[in-house]
T-cell receptor, first 113, second 115 residues
Framework: DAKTTQPTSMDCAEGRAANLPCNHSTISGNEYVYWYRQIHSQGPQYIIHGLKNNETNEMASLIITEDRKSSTLILPHATLRDTAVYYCIVRVPMASGTYKYIFGTGTRLKVLA | GAGVSQSPSNKVTEKGKDVELRCDPISGHTALYWYRQSLGQGLEFLIYFQGNSAPDKSGLPSDRFSAERTGGSVSTLTIQRTQQEDSAVYLC?????????????FGPGTRLTVL
């Protein structure tokens, strides 16, 4: 199974871009990369996902390296409400035709006023 | 419409007892997932149901854990002969179909404490 590695914690100044890295060096060609975040005591919330190409939505951008061994989640203008734990996830197809989602340990992002 | 709901929100049980945790997915969502989150840890994937297909159970941590999904809707996660290491928040999520194109919506979780 592909495993993800993330820094334990990061700080970011309010209004600045937050760049959260993730290593997934053993990822296979058909395994998607997902990002979710979890605000204290709540269920995780979807942010973005991708396979090969860079992706952007209203919340964030996802930059995936050409070799797919790492990715970076970018929050372009971090606000205090973006303080959360950010999880990098790999979705692994299983023989049964279903999928297994492997969560990283997460990066605790603290946005500072 | 209503989101994913889970019950109970909190469960305290004694070691060795069986517990059942319930998940009601969003109406119309065919995919349903169970995760476990131990204190201060990330999420551990347990099992995934897609429609009426048989789930892959290889993510379940031991044979004391089992899950069912009746009628393609409500799911129950059962833990038999609970142990203290089973204490965690159990999260359920659902999505519309093939999650390549759809996000998972998470419920509030059930906090299980095994004394």
């Amino acid at each position: 199974d592909a495993k993800t590695t993330q820094p334990t914690s990061m700080d970011c100044a309010e209004g600045r871009a937050a760049n959260l890295p993730c290593n997934h060096s053993t990822i296979s060609g058909n395994e998607y990369v997902y990002w979710y975040r979890q605000i204290h005591s709540q269920g995780p919330q979807y942010i973005i996902h991708g396979l090969k190409n860079n992706e952007t939505n209203e919340m964030a951008s996802l930059i995936i390296t050409e070799d797919r061994k790492s990715s970076t989640l970018i929050l372009p203008h971090a606000t205090l409400r973006d303080t959360a734990v950010y999880y990098c996830i790999v979705r692994v197809p299983m023989a049964s035709g279903t999928y297994k989602y492997i969560f990283g340990t997460g990066t605790r992002l603290k946005v500072l006023a | 419409g209503a989101g994913v709901s889970q019950s109970p929100s909190n469960k305290v049980t004694e070691k060795g007892k069986d517990v059942e945790l319930r998940c009601d997915p969003i109406s119309g969502h065919t995919a349903l997932y169970w995760y476990r989150q131990s204190l201060g840890q990330g999420l551990e994937f347990l099992i995934y149901f897609q429609g009426n297909s048989a789930p892959d159970k290889s993510g379940l941590p031991s044979d004391r854990f089992s899950a069912e999904r009746t009628g393609g809707s409500v799911s129950t996660l059962t833990i038999q002969r609970t142990q203290q290491e089973d204490s965690a928040v159990y999260l359920c999520a659902s999505s519309e179909r093939d999650p390549s194109y759809n996000e998972q919506f998470f419920g509030p979780g059930t906090r299980l404490t095994v004394l």
